[in-house]
C-alpha cells in the first residue's frame, strides 16, 4: 500500500515495507518490534520514514521535482527533513495501517519478528 502526502514537492508517495524495517534494523542495530512509538526518538521515526519514502518512490516510479522542474535530491539530509516536517504526523498515524495493510508473508515476518523480540525480552 502506497500513502500519499501533500509537501512542498507535491504529493509525495510513501510506502512501509518489511524491507524497510529491515534496513532500518541494519543501520541502528534496534528493532521497532516491542517498543512503544512513544519511547522511539524523532530521528529513528525520520529514517524509517527515509527509507519508506525511498520505497515509495521506487515502486511508483516518481521523481520529486523542484517548483522550476529540477530533480529533487532525496538523498539530501535538508530536503529529507523538509519533507518529514511536512507529513511527520500522518505517517504516525498511518503507520498501524501500514503494517495491516502488508501481505500474509510480510504479515507472518513481522509476526515473528514481535515474537523473537517478546522473547529477548523475557531473557533479560
Known sequence: MVKYYATQFGEVPVRLTISCLKRFEQKTGRSIFGVD????????IELLFFYSLQKG??????????QDGTPVDINDPEVIEDIFDQCYVSFLKDMPSFFKEMGPKEAELVQEAKEESVDEEGKN
Not at 512509538?37 to 529513528?44: E, V
Not at 518512490?57 to 523542484?66: A, E, I, S, W
Open 57 to 66: 518512490l521506487r515502486v511508483t516510479g516518481t521523481t520529486l521535482k523542484h
Open 37 to 44: 512509538m512513544s519511547d522511539m526518538k524523532i530521528a529513528d
